[in-house]
């Protein structure tokens, strides 16, 4: 999971159209099987998100990646982004394909208990990269549920920016 905040709004359509591009840059490295971003639907310290689906941690230790997507790779655009946090979390074994008419819930570990409980959070584990929290859940949600949990305290909402993607396998 990357979160971001971008400084530069002006440019908002150029860096999607970036980030698309770095998308399937990412997904060509072997063990990179999917990736879909998301935006907030509220105010947030980091409303940008990209699921990345991997077959492991090791892959961000690996030359492919070092090489072709790292954050040295990020060009002007890594100097735009604020925030900028990257985890591997274990604990979901394929990462959601959120359909456009749905939401995805992010939900810090402190955050649980505003979940609506027929919502069925999964919790994760950090195990890679930053490890800047060390639990988190998400959740796919209709707009209806997800739109009362706008600002919600450990609580982000949202939407997604495109399809999920899927790599090479």
Do not use: C
């Not at 980030?19 to 999917?34: D, E, M, N, R, T």
């Not at 959740?139 to 899927?166: E, M, N, Q, T, Y």
Request: aromatic share 8%.
């Amino acid at each position: 999971m990357v979160e971001m905040a971008l400084f530069d709004t002006a440019r908002r359509a150029e860096w999607d159209t970036w980030y698309v591009a770095h998308q399937h840059k990412l997904l060509s490295i072997p063990g990179f099987q999917a990736s879909q971003r998301f935006e907030a639907i509220h105010a947030a310290d980091s409303p940008f998100v990209a699921l990345h689906e991997v077959d492991s941690p090791d892959i961000f230790t690996g030359p492919s990646y070092r090489a072709r997507a790292g954050p040295s790779n990020t060009g002007e655009w890594q100097a735009k982004m604020a925030n900028w946090h990257r985890n591997v979390f274990r604990g979901v074994d394929h990462t959601p394909d959120v359909p456009v008419d749905a939401r995805l819930l992010v939900v810090e570990a402190d955050g649980g208990s505003a979940v609506p409980d027929r919502v069925p959070v999964k919790w994760m584990e950090a195990v890679g990269l930053d490890r800047s929290v060390q639990r988190r859940g998400i959740a796919v949600v209709p707009p209806a549920i997800a739109d009362r949990l706008a600002g919600a305290p450990s609580i982000r909402v949202l939407k997604p920016i495109g399809p999920r993607l899927r790599g090479r396998g």
